[in-house]
């Protein structure tokens, strides 16, 4: 069953995409609990144990902490020169694209044979590094003071809910696996259909949102597939610059290639006059990197 489902799992992404943008369910409450799930299935596919070798890796730390706080900020940098004049649609447009994503995909990665083990033993220190250079970055690109609305809390609660949590679980389900391996079996089926769930509730989630303000949103749509092209060159690059193997190289592009949204989106509602510009500007870039999902599985295989 498992290699049937990664075998058709881009399809499998493609009608979670479409059933999301036709159906869009009403399933907010359960967005955090089907990502903490997601997340669980997909640590389960790496011995924990074993995460501390990560550590040794220093090609992989460095092309890693380079892509994503040095050279996706110069180009960030490089899009607020032609970013609209609203101040609101500048702020969220920099913002979700400063801030690497945490969550997801590490499953993605997973999904796309990256090297997940390597990525998820980072995301705790990627988690916080971005607590402290964001602000400096928004407040270097913008003309208002963009890092005085940055908040610690958000970042805390996916530390702790969604990286802490599903690790102790999955550690826990590891050692005791030998007790219960039609349970362990089942669950190392899940990380596809989980990741559909996820997509499909996400998308369908957020598109309510997104047509409260749907001219801010098409106006933020251009730099957002700007970014889903660049993006991946830009890991390409740094990955070939620190010389690391296809498994890690594919785990950079995964990392450059999503964006925070879901944990800055409650600091962003933080500004003054926040709704409903940011929201919906804020998950535009969601809803453009998760469209792009069957499209980097596809090619990011090839590497």
């Given at each position: 069953m498992q290699e049937i489902l990664e075998r058709y799992q881009v399809i499998i992404y493609f009608l979670a995409i479409l059933l999301g943008l036709f159906i869009q369910p009403?399933?907010?409450?359960?967005?955090?609990?089907?990502?903490?799930?997601?997340?669980?299935?997909?640590?389960?596919?790496?011995?924990?144990?074993?995460?501390?070798?990560?550590?040794?890796?220093?090609?992989?730390?460095?092309?890693?902490f380079v892509t994503n706080f040095i050279a996706v900020p110069i180009f960030v940098g490089i899009l607020s020169f032609f970013l609209p004049t609203d101040p609101l649609i500048q702020f969220a447009i920099v913002f979700v694209l400063l801030?690497?994503?945490v969550d997801y995909v590490i499953s993605?990665?997973?999904i796309g044979n990256g090297n997940s083990r390597l990525l998820l033993a980072f995301t705790p220190v990627l988690l916080i590094v971005?607590?402290?250079?964001?602000?400096?970055?928004?407040?270097?690109?913008?003309?208002?003071?963009?890092s005085t609305v940055i908040s610690f809390l958000p970042f805390l609660h996916t530390l702790v809910f969604f990286i802490f949590i599903p690790l102790i679980l999955v550690l826990i389900t590891q050692l005791i696996s030998p007790r219960i391996p039609k349970l362990t079996a089942c669950l190392n089926t899940m990380p596809v259909p989980a990741t559909a769930l996820v997509i499909f509730i996400v998308i369908?989630?957020?598109?309510?949102?997104?047509?409260?303000?749907?001219?801010?949103?098409?106006?933020?749509?251009?730099?957002?597939?700007l970014y889903a092209i660049f993006a991946p060159c830009l890991?390409?690059?740094?990955?070939?610059?620190?010389?690391?193997?296809?498994?890690?190289?594919?785990?950079?592009?995964?990392?450059?290639?999503?964006?925070?949204?879901?944990?800055?989106?409650?600091?962003?509602?933080?500004?003054?006059?926040?709704?409903?510009?940011?929201?919906?500007?804020?998950l535009t870039q969601t809803l453009v990197?998760?469209?792009?999902?069957?499209?980097?599985?596809?090619?990011?295989?090839?590497?």
């Open positions: 009403n399933l907010t409450t359960f967005m955090n609990v089907a990502l903490g799930f997601m997340l669980f299935v997909t640590f389960l596919q790496i011995p924990i144990i074993q995460l501390h070798h990560a550590f040794k890796n220093l090609r992989f730390i460095s092309a890693l801030a690497p994503c993605f990665t997973g971005q607590m402290f250079i964001v602000p400096f970055y928004m407040h270097l690109f913008l003309e208002q003071n963009g369908g989630s957020v598109m309510p949102q997104i047509e409260l303000a749907k001219t801010a949103a098409l106006t933020a749509l251009p730099f957002y597939l890991g390409y690059v740094m990955a070939k610059t620190f010389k690391l193997d296809a498994y890690s190289h594919r785990a950079i592009l995964f990392s450059s290639s999503y964006r925070n949204s879901f944990i800055i989106l409650p600091i962003a509602l933080a500004v003054p006059n926040a709704m409903p510009i940011v929201p919906a500007v804020i990197e998760l469209c792009f999902l069957p499209i980097y599985v596809k090619l990011f295989s090839k590497i």
